[in-house]
């Protein structure tokens, strides 16, 4: 059995957050096999979305944890809570639960049982399963044609579903500059080059129409971080082999 922090970034998402949460409790009841904990990263929300969390975490103590952000930025929420927690493994999804629970235990299990030291979903695996909007499809595999010439090797770099061993946070995460969108992207990128173990997981996948992405702008600083890491290079962990 290993402790699990789920993670899950909101910003203004009060009207989703309470039954998002709920489902993601009723899941870990049905897998009793890890010790689950879920933490609300509240991420400078301006509406009630950190009361709602506060009143989660006082109905499930020791199962629902409310943290405060007062800075946004997703990539800042999740360095966070990442850091901050002493759970054996470290995952996050995001509150619309657009990936499949069913999933959780594909890209944690692996962690646990000491196979590889990074897990992440897939929305353009041959083998995953999307209800996407053409706009978001075409963006997506845009976006990724781009990173694999550039030299990262995965199919799916900003599908909100990750997890890591706490070891492997430790050393990588302080290594990611970025702390809005480009995070994820980066952070599997300094993982493949400092040789951390990484697997992919095809995920069943449903947009939701109620997204916060700003597709032109989070383009736009995605390539800038590209062109960064070109620039300036991957940064190594300190005593990696």
Request: contains cysteine; hydrophobic residues 45%.
């Amino acid at each position: 059995m290993a402790t699990v922090d789920l993670v899950i970034p909101c910003y203004n998402e009060e009207h989703v957050l309470d039954g998002s949460v709920r489902q993601v409790l009723a899941w870990c009841d049905a897998h009793p096999e890890h010790q689950w904990r879920i933490v609300v990263a509240n991420n400078a929300s301006t509406d009630r979305t950190l009361e709602v969390a506060r009143a989660l975490e006082a109905e499930f103590p020791g199962r629902v944890a409310a943290l405060q952000i007062p800075v946004k930025g997703r990539g800042l929420a999740l360095r966070t809570a990442w850091l901050t927690s002493d759970a054996d493994v470290l995952a996050y999804m995001d509150v619309d639960l657009s990936t499949d629970l069913a999933h959780i235990t594909e890209i944690v299990d692996p962690i646990a049982r000491g196979e590889v030291d990074l897990a992440y979903g897939t929305r353009l695996h041959k083998e995953s399963q999307t209800n996407r909007s053409l706009k978001r499809e075409i963006t997506s595999r845009g976006y990724v044609a781009i990173l694999r010439l550039a030299g990262l090797k995965v199919t799916d770099a900003q599908c909100g579903f990750k997890a890591i061993s706490r070891e492997a946070a430790r050393a990588l995460v302080p290594l990611v500059q970025d702390t809005q969108w480009f995070w994820d992207s980066e952070l599997l990128w300094v993982a493949q080059a400092n040789g951390y173990r990484m697997r992919e997981v095809p995920v069943r996948w449903n947009e939701d129409p109620d997204t916060r992405v700003k597709i032109i702008k989070t383009a736009r600083e995605d390539l800038q971080g590209i062109w960064r890491l070109k620039r300036g290079g991957i940064p190594r962990v300190a005593g990696k082999v």
